[in-house]
């Protein structure tokens, strides 16, 4: 990456946070939540912004958040170092609310917009961790999202595929021992690896 391009990469971020491409029918308004550097290593592919992230403008400041830092054994020290990791959603705005409960799917205008262009400026990034069935049907073509988490070793070592860390998984986690035996520590591994370095804290230590 040279200063030309890390110099685009700098004007398209800037670009798409001044973004109102879909303002009609964003409830709270366009707020465009990314991290991008051109020597991150380490991208993280998540769904949309919550409200909380919303308000914050800082991706994954909500309980999802602080479970998948748990899951990557990270603090937020390392997490939020975007010249290490980048953080790229499926829609970079709070997309609203289903008329059921539950947030609204990532707008779908987002990604075909900005999404490859953002990826081309970043040529370090040599994993991906996608989290949650947008991101991996974005991804990996639509499919059983516990099939394709099971299967975590077939996307090593550029992708590794998650579920998508709300509170809603923390059943699914019960249902799926081996997600904390068998996939959290290759998840670790992989991410302290290609940061080049160690893990900065275990899970179990009280997290910031
Ligand atoms: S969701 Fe994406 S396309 Fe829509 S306003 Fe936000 S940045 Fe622009």
């Not at 409960?101 to 900005?114: F, K, Y």
């Not at 059943?171 to 520590?185: S, T, V, Y």
């Amino acid at each position: 990456m040279n200063c030309e391009s890390a110099a685009l990469l700098t004007e398209l971020a800037a670009e798409v946070r001044a973004c109102r491409h879909c303002a009609a029918v964003l409830p709270l308004g366009p707020r465009p939540v990314i991290r991008v550097s051109a020597t991150a290593t380490v991208l993280i592919a998540g769904q949309a912004p919550g409200t909380k992230v919303h308000e914050t403008g800082i991706p994954w400041n909500d309980p999802s958040g602080d479970r998948l830092r748990r899951w990557l054994a990270l603090d937020r020290d390392v997490f939020y170092d975007e010249s290490r990791i980048a953080i790229l959603p499926m829609g970079f705005c709070y997309p609203g609310r289903l008329p059921k409960g539950g947030d609204a799917p990532p707008r779908p205008e987002c990604a075909p917009l900005w999404r490859d262009r953002l990826l081309r400026l970043m040529p370090s990034i040599t994993l991906t961790l996608l989290v949650g069935s947008y991101a991996l049907n974005d991804t990996l073509g639509r499919g059983p999202m516990t099939d394709r988490v099971r299967a975590f070793r077939r996307y090593l070592p550029d992708r590794f595929p998650l579920p998508h860390p709300s509170w809603r998984t923390t059943a699914w986690e019960r249902r799926n021992p081996w997600f904390e035996a068998e996939a959290l520590p290759a998840l670790r591994s992989a991410v302290a690896i290609t940061l080049n370095a160690s893990p900065l804290r275990s899970p179990r230590s009280p997290r910031r």
